[in-house]
């Protein structure tokens, strides 16, 4: 158990990192802001060949938004069911559905009416089965096993399902958070979900067979067995924490307490006999757990203890794991094989996946029985070093998960022996592009979260990296100015290209500024702006200030212009006009360079968070929402008045705005989000994209062909607009 946690440890310093890229990526997004001659980046449209539009399309046939990197397939798959050894089903990302009908070996794609990320599905038989988009609170369902699927009710008032069980052929019963609160509701749906109403009792736990509802409450365990219309406290308890009720169907239940009382009913709960534990699992104990029984009263049990690890990190480890076949009257602890070190294994509460089959972690493998811990067996996976994220069983099947995000799942139909890998493993690279720009249809450049620049001379087909001088590590944004100056920023550096990209050098800088930007603009070969930042530690606690500086010489010398509020947002319109935003939505605007500044008038609501500044010409310019409420905001004026425009999104982060004529402009942002509009900004219209990844750069070369770049290297265009 000590490994195992540390092993924990070890991931959840690999995700803060992660994260910490990702925010880094993310922010690096507003660095290099553009402006001007929006119109002018790219060529004449070429015809587009197929091989340029990638392996799937959003809207099918190389119409909408085409997956171009990762490759060979881009999805995500959140959650997989297996309804017997043949029949499976995987949703994910974007609205992803797969299907099987030989165990894994082979999958179908299957139409989605939902773009949004698909976090569960479900299926009661061949025929039913439903599945959960989180994102817009609604669920989509299928009668005739999975090929066709359709729209259903909002599961309101719930945030969110975070479990979700099927009771015969039309029964949901779906748990979740209600909005904004942490307290969670039960809802119950008789009609396939085509209706919801809130059931009468505590968060639903447990779900019988039949269809009766189980909660664990204060008051003690809770039954419904009208699905939800009326409720009852079918146990007292309310002076020992009960373990999960242990049941393989509704009759035969069986109740541990904290106090080591055992009650079980078989009855289905109306009524219970008690008995003290016969034997005290353990002396150094702190409770005990009964875990997935069967109707015959063979199970598992296991009894936990506190420790602390090093660092003074304190911690549950398992002391024993016990088995009984006579529903919990006598148990015995589980032998296990002399190579099988109890003191090198690591059992969750969450491995007993069955009355016979439970697995563990052994150093950097997983372990399992299929036969109450009689025998045991390694499990291999092609191609992993490592012991799976989990394991568990669907069906007919067990299903494994690997990965940082889990993102690659196996699947077995005889107990472990072989693995066969979903279709929609992706690469664990968790890699950001920050932005994108191309010098025309076929040279393209994305930098990345890793401080290099991945670089295209084919319109897409291949990708290469281009590393910078300096070999930077961190960070990552890039612009071309309309001369054809290449500016780029990688820990902290400014960089300059004056052959399109090919070379890149460190621009040197004075000390006070030396790797210490944050964001940077050029409006031409010459005319630029950095803000730098300066921290001061003291322990853990940063006290920052930033700085903006300008240069009218290609960065030999720059000018100091004062300091600026943290949150403020800089760009220009050109060599004289910008915009200054900060926290609670104030607009200041310059005409002489950033010198001074004067407060912008605005027409309308204004967010108080305040993200990207695009300019598109020296007059027409936008702000976008950094979060909620989704209304960015206009000027036309070079940025003297500013006025709102609503946008059809909900509460999102908005991360890159551009237009490539008066017309035609795209929006880009968290969950995949993609708006575009084709009358100037007056309305925008979301596109599907089939990804639920943040995007965080946007960059269209003509009317019809877009880049957008993302997060976890993800590569996005379209030769139709989007549509």
Same mark, same amino acid.
């Given at each position: 158990?000590?490994?195992?946690?540390? *092993?924990?440890?070890?991931?959840?310093?690999?995700?803060?990192?992660?994260?910490?890229?990702?925010?880094?990526t993310?922010?690096?997004?507003?660095? #290099?802001?553009?402006?001007?001659?929006?119109?002018?980046?790219?060529?004449?449209?070429?015809p587009?060949q197929?091989?340029?539009?990638?392996?799937?399309?959003?809207?099918?046939?190389?119409?909408g938004?085409?997956?171009?990197?990762?490759?060979?397939?881009?999805?995500?798959?959140?959650?997989v069911?297996?309804?017997?050894?043949?029949?499976?089903?995987?949703?994910?990302?974007?609205?992803?559905i797969?299907a099987?009908?030989?165990?894994?070996?082979?999958?179908?794609?299957?139409?989605?009416?939902?773009?949004?990320?698909?976090?569960?599905?479900?299926?009661?038989?061949?025929?039913?089965?439903?599945?959960?988009?989180?994102?817009?609170?609604? #669920?989509?369902?299928?009668?005739?096993?999975?090929?066709?699927?359709?729209?259903?009710?909002?599961?309101?008032?719930?945030?969110?399902? @975070?479990?979700?069980?099927?009771?015969?052929?039309?029964?949901l019963?779906?748990?979740?958070?209600?909005?904004?609160?942490?307290?969670y509701?039960?809802? &119950?749906? !008789?009609?396939?979900?085509?209706?919801?109403?809130?059931?009468? #009792?505590?968060?639903?736990?447990?779900?019988?067979?039949?269809?009766?509802?189980?909660?664990m409450a204060?008051?003690?365990?809770?039954?419904?067995?009208?699905?939800?219309?009326?409720?009852?406290?079918?146990?007292?308890?309310?002076?020992?924490?009960?373990?999960?009720?242990?049941?393989?169907?509704?009759s035969?239940?069986?109740?541990?307490?904290?106090? @080591?009382?055992?009650?079980?009913?078989?009855?289905?709960?109306?009524?219970?006999?008690?008995?003290?534990?016969?034997?005290?699992?353990?002396?150094?104990?702190? +409770?005990?757990?009964?875990?997935?029984?069967?109707?015959?009263?063979?199970?598992?049990?296991?009894?936990?203890?506190?420790?602390?690890?090093?660092?003074?990190?304190? /911690?549950?480890?398992?002391?024993?794991?016990?088995?009984?076949?006579?529903?919990?009257?006598?148990?015995?602890p589980?032998?296990?094989?002399?190579?099988?070190?109890?003191?090198?294994?690591?059992?969750?509460?969450?491995?007993?996946?069955?009355?016979?089959? #439970?697995?563990l972690?052994?150093?950097?493998?997983?372990?399992?029985?299929?036969?109450?811990?009689?025998?045991?067996?390694?499990?291999?996976?092609?191609?992993?070093a490592?012991?799976?994220a989990?394991?568990?069983?669907?069906?007919?099947?067990?299903?494994?998960?690997?990965?940082?995000?889990?993102?690659?799942?196996?699947?077995?139909?005889?107990?472990?022996?072989?693995?066969?890998?979903?279709?929609?493993?992706?690469?664990?690279?968790?890699?950001?592009? /920050?932005?994108?720009?191309?010098?025309?249809d076929?040279?393209?450049?994305?930098?990345?979260?890793?401080?290099?620049?991945?670089?295209?001379?084919?319109?897409?087909?291949?990708?290469?990296? @281009?590393?910078?001088?300096?070999?930077?590590?961190?960070?990552?944004?890039?612009?071309?100015t309309?001369?054809?100056?290449?500016?780029?920023l990688?820990?902290?550096?400014?960089?300059?290209?004056?052959?399109?990209?090919?070379?890149w050098?460190?621009?040197?800088?004075?000390?006070?500024?030396?790797?210490?930007?944050?964001?940077?603009?050029?409006?031409?070969?010459?005319?630029?702006?950095?803000? *730098?930042?300066?921290?001061?530690?003291?322990g853990q606690?940063?006290?920052?200030?930033?700085?903006?500086?300008?240069?009218?010489?290609?960065?030999?010398?720059?000018?100091?212009?004062?300091p600026?509020?943290?949150?403020?947002?800089?760009?220009?319109?050109?060599?004289?006009?910008?915009?200054m935003?900060?926290?609670? /939505?104030?607009?200041?605007?310059?005409?002489?360079?950033?010198?001074?500044?004067?407060?912008?008038?605005?027409e309308?609501?204004?967010?108080? !968070?305040?993200?990207?500044?695009?300019?598109?010409?020296?007059?027409?310019?936008?702000?976008l929402?950094?979060?909620? =409420?989704?209304?960015?905001?206009?000027?036309?004026?070079?940025?003297?008045?500013?006025?709102s425009?609503?946008?059809?999104?909900?509460?999102?982060?908005?991360?890159?705005?551009?237009?490539?004529?008066?017309?035609?402009?795209?929006?880009?942002?968290?969950?995949?989000?993609?708006?575009?509009?084709?009358?100037? +900004?007056?309305?925008?219209?979301?596109?599907?994209?089939?990804?639920?990844? =943040?995007?965080f750069?946007?960059?269209? &070369?003509?009317?019809?062909?877009?880049?957008?770049?993302?997060?976890?290297?993800?590569?996005?265009?379209?030769?139709?607009?989007?549509?």
């Amino acid at each position: 158990m000590k490994r195992f946690l540390m *092993a924990l440890a070890k991931m959840r310093a690999r995700l803060m990192r992660s994260c910490l890229q990702k925010l880094l990526t993310a922010f690096a997004l507003f660095s #290099m802001v553009s402006c001007g001659n929006g119109d002018s980046a790219g060529t004449a449209p070429n015809p587009v060949q197929d091989a340029a539009l990638g392996t799937e399309c959003s809207l099918g046939a190389d119409r909408g938004w085409c997956w171009q990197q990762p490759l060979p397939v881009p999805h995500h798959v959140y959650e997989v069911q297996f309804l017997d050894s043949e029949r499976g089903w995987a949703v994910g990302e974007g609205g992803f559905i797969i299907a099987t009908e030989d165990g894994g070996r082979s999958w179908s794609r299957r139409s989605s009416p939902v773009f949004e990320d698909l976090s569960s599905v479900r299926f009661a038989d061949a025929s039913h089965g439903w599945a959960v988009a989180n994102q817009s609170a609604r #669920m989509i369902g299928t009668t005739d096993g999975g090929r066709t699927w359709s729209l259903l009710a909002p599961f309101a008032p719930l945030s969110s399902v @975070q479990q979700l069980w099927v009771v015969g052929g039309s029964t949901l019963v779906a748990s979740g958070p209600l909005p904004g609160m942490s307290a969670y509701q039960t809802i &119950i749906s !008789q009609d396939g979900g085509a209706s919801w109403r809130v059931a009468s #009792m505590p968060r639903v736990t447990h779900v019988g067979a039949s269809g009766t509802l189980w909660s664990m409450a204060f008051e003690g365990l809770w039954v419904s067995r009208d699905f939800g219309l009326t409720a009852s406290v079918a146990l007292p308890c309310k002076a020992c924490t009960l373990s999960p009720v242990a049941l393989e169907d509704d009759s035969q239940l069986l109740v541990v307490a904290s106090s @080591q009382t055992r009650y079980q009913s078989s009855d289905a709960g109306r009524t219970w006999s008690s008995s003290a534990m016969n034997q005290q699992p353990d002396a150094a104990g702190i +409770g005990f757990a009964a875990k997935a029984f069967n109707r015959g009263g063979t199970g598992w049990g296991l009894s936990l203890r506190l420790v602390t690890y090093p660092g003074g990190v304190g /911690g549950v480890a398992p002391v024993t794991i016990w088995r009984t076949s006579d529903a919990g009257t006598t148990w015995s602890p589980l032998a296990l094989p002399s190579w099988l070190d109890p003191t090198a294994a690591a059992v969750s509460s969450d491995g007993f996946l069955d009355a016979q089959t #439970m697995w563990l972690l052994l150093d950097r493998h997983a372990v399992l029985t299929i036969d109450g811990g009689a025998t045991w067996q390694r499990l291999d996976f092609p191609n992993e070093a490592e012991a799976p994220a989990f394991v568990r069983r669907s069906g007919g099947a067990l299903l494994a998960g690997f990965g940082r995000f889990q993102d690659r799942w196996y699947a077995s139909t005889d107990g472990g022996r072989q693995w066969t890998v979903l279709p929609a493993a992706r690469d664990d690279s968790d890699v950001s592009y /920050g932005s994108a720009w191309f010098l025309d249809d076929t040279h393209g450049f994305v930098a990345a979260g890793d401080g290099k620049l991945r670089v295209t001379e084919d319109g897409g087909r291949t990708w290469r990296q @281009q590393v910078l001088p300096g070999e930077p590590t961190l960070g990552g944004s890039l612009q071309f100015t309309p001369d054809g100056v290449g500016w780029a920023l990688a820990d902290a550096r400014l960089y300059r290209s004056l052959d399109s990209g090919r070379s890149w050098e460190i621009r040197a800088l004075p000390d006070s500024l030396d790797r210490r930007i944050y964001r940077a603009q050029f409006v031409d070969a010459n005319h630029g702006w950095i803000v *730098a930042r300066n921290c001061m530690f003291s322990g853990q606690v940063a006290d920052c200030t930033s700085t903006l500086s300008a240069t009218m010489d290609a960065g030999l010398s720059w000018q100091g212009l004062g300091p600026i509020e943290e949150s403020s947002g800089v760009a220009f319109a050109d060599a004289n006009v910008g915009v200054m935003t900060s926290y609670g /939505g104030a607009i200041k605007r310059t005409t002489d360079g950033g010198r001074t500044w004067t407060a912008a008038a605005t027409e309308g609501p204004v967010p108080a !968070q305040l993200g990207k500044i695009y300019f598109r010409t020296a007059t027409e310019g936008w702000i976008l929402p950094y979060y909620s =409420p989704a209304v960015a905001l206009r000027t036309k004026d070079a940025g003297l008045t500013w006025k709102s425009v609503t946008l059809p999104a909900r509460s999102t982060n908005f991360y890159d705005i551009r237009f490539v004529d008066e017309a035609n402009g795209w929006i880009v942002g968290a969950g995949g989000l993609v708006l575009h509009s084709a009358d100037g +900004g007056a309305t925008w219209a979301r596109q599907p994209t089939a990804t639920g990844m =943040p995007l965080f750069s946007a960059f269209p &070369i003509d009317s019809q062909k877009v880049w957008i770049a993302g997060a976890r290297s993800t590569i996005l265009v379209t030769a139709t607009a989007g549509e």
